[in-house]
């Protein structure tokens, strides 16, 4: 009689039952570190709707505290109230990205200030970074107050700290602030140690991120813009403040939830405000006139220096026109040079 093998039939009961020996401890063990690497809400959201054990494990406080920064990537079309309850639950459970995030969005898009600002505040405590570069820009412009609410020094401490966590934003922003000598004695040397921390930061991040599989830092040499060519030189400025060409860093998804949220909501800001021009920064005006114009075309405008000059280097440097004068949005003219006695300040491009 010939030899014939049968195959073994998987009884579901029996392999439901082996799942449900395994211990709460290894589930959420194995589920904090499926949350810390999501890449994408669907990561966590696909074990949530597995069954109910998961989805019960899934929204354990241990394991919300531990998710990554990508599972928070909403996309304002989708947002609802369950997405925001979903947030504060992470943020209730000491997720400091949860923190950060929904701090943001209730600040700039939900316009409650004090909640949003509190909930920054409790990341920036415990050390993350872009929550210190944003409450700095808070009190640099004085967002969801008045022009007297301005505090500068205040934004100084706040983004000092920021750069000494090597946050390349913060570490701009205190260069330029240094070398003009905003909310702090002016010292040019030092603020220009601070812009070449900046952009070695950036060219390492990218350097880590791509390695040697494609030549992503390129060091050609454009054309200069016709007003800069004369004085300058034939050298062009390392990476966005002087010279290779690497590609933009990744955007927060806070960022990019501001800045889709107010693409899609168009009429959301009120009469007159702005959008800074930096296309990775996201934020609006919280009052008319809170930011800097550019003081040479007057056309954008810009909620901090960082963004002036990321902006200038990958865009505006090729769009800017100079004028002998600009209109505001009053319709009266600003002439483009020194700062004015408005909140609208103008900002020169370096």
């Not at 970074?129 to 820009?137: K, R």
């Amino acid at each position: 009689m010939p030899f014939t093998s049968k195959r073994r039939k998987t009884c579901p009961e029996k392999t439901s039952d082996f799942f449900e020996s395994l211990p709460d401890d290894l589930l959420l063990s194995i589920l904090c570190k499926l949350s810390a690497t999501a890449s994408s809400p669907s990561d966590f959201i696909n074990v949530l709707v597995t069954c109910k054990r998961l989805n019960s494990l899934g929204l354990h406080s241990l394991v919300l505290s531990k998710a990554s920064h990508k599972t928070f990537l909403v996309k304002p079309q989708n947002w609802c109230d369950s997405v925001h309850r979903f947030l504060k639950h992470c943020a209730d459970a000491g997720n400091i990205e949860a923190c950060y995030t929904l701090g943001m969005i209730r600040f700039y898009c939900l316009q409650n200030r004090g909640s949003g600002a509190s909930l920054m505040a409790k990341a920036a405590m415990n050390s993350h970074a872009p929550a210190l570069y944003s409450l700095a820009v808070i009190q640099f412009n004085g967002s969801g107050g008045t022009k007297n609410d301005k505090d500068l020094r205040a934004g100084v401490a706040l983004c000092a700290r920021a750069a000494f966590l090597g946050h390349v934003d913060a570490l701009r922003e205190l260069g330029h602030c240094l070398q003009d000598g905003y909310g702090v004695k002016q010292n040019v040397a030092e603020g220009r140690r601070f812009l070449l921390q900046a952009n070695a930061r950036e060219l390492a991040a990218v350097l880590s991120t791509v390695g040697n599989k494609r030549p992503w830092v390129t060091w050609n040499l454009p054309v200069p813009h016709p007003r800069l060519r004369l004085g300058t030189g034939s050298g062009c400025p390392l990476l966005s403040d002087y010279g290779c060409n690497v590609p933009a860093s990744e955007t927060h998804p806070a960022s990019k939830f501001l800045s889709e949220w107010f693409v899609i909501r168009s009429g959301s800001l009120g009469s007159g405000m702005r959008l800074c021009s930096h296309s990775g920064c996201g934020r609006p005006e919280t009052r008319r006139h809170e930011f800097r114009r550019c003081s040479v075309c007057g056309v954008v405008n810009y909620c901090s220096r960082a963004c002036q000059a990321l902006d200038w280097k990958f865009r505006h440097k090729a769009e800017c026109a100079p004028v002998e004068r600009w209109l505001n949005d009053d319709g009266e003219d600003v002439a483009a040079g020194e700062n004015g006695d408005g909140d609208d300040e103008i900002m020169a491009n370096s």
